[in-house]
């Protein structure tokens, strides 16, 4: 049962890894106008962000204080900042 449950975890661990590295990526990609011009932090601002979220979210538990901080300044990414990027042509 414990072999299912740490299973389920190291999914869970790789889902939130693939979509930190995706995150960084895009907000690496896109140009730094496009954050001025969509009213957002600065591209270097997000990508820090996102950089220190995707170490934080590597080293510590995602149950951990820090490690939620890190997922939640992900998921600020994808809802906030990239659809408001896409629509400045960004």
């Given at each position: 049962?414990?072999?299912?449950?740490?299973?389920?975890?190291?999914?869970?661990?790789?889902?939130?890894?693939?979509?930190?590295?995706?995150?960084?990526?895009?907000?690496?990609?896109r140009?730094?106008?496009?954050?001025?011009?969509?009213?957002?932090?600065?591209?270097?601002?997000?990508?820090?962000i996102?950089?220190?979220?995707?170490?934080?979210?590597?080293?510590?538990?995602?149950?951990?204080?820090?490690?939620?901080?890190?997922?939640?300044?992900?998921?600020?990414?994808?809802?906030?900042?990239?659809?408001?990027?896409?629509?400045?042509?960004?």
């Amino acid at each position: 049962m414990f072999g299912a449950v740490g299973l389920f975890f190291k999914l869970v661990w790789l889902a939130i890894l693939a979509v930190q590295v995706y995150a960084l990526v895009d907000a690496a990609v896109r140009p730094p106008v496009a954050y001025a011009a969509a009213g957002k932090l600065t591209k270097q601002a997000w990508v820090s962000i996102l950089a220190v979220a995707l170490v934080v979210g590597q080293l510590l538990s995602l149950f951990s204080v820090l490690g939620l901080a890190a997922v939640v300044a992900t998921i600020v990414y994808f809802v906030d900042v990239r659809p408001a990027l896409r629509r400045v042509g960004g």
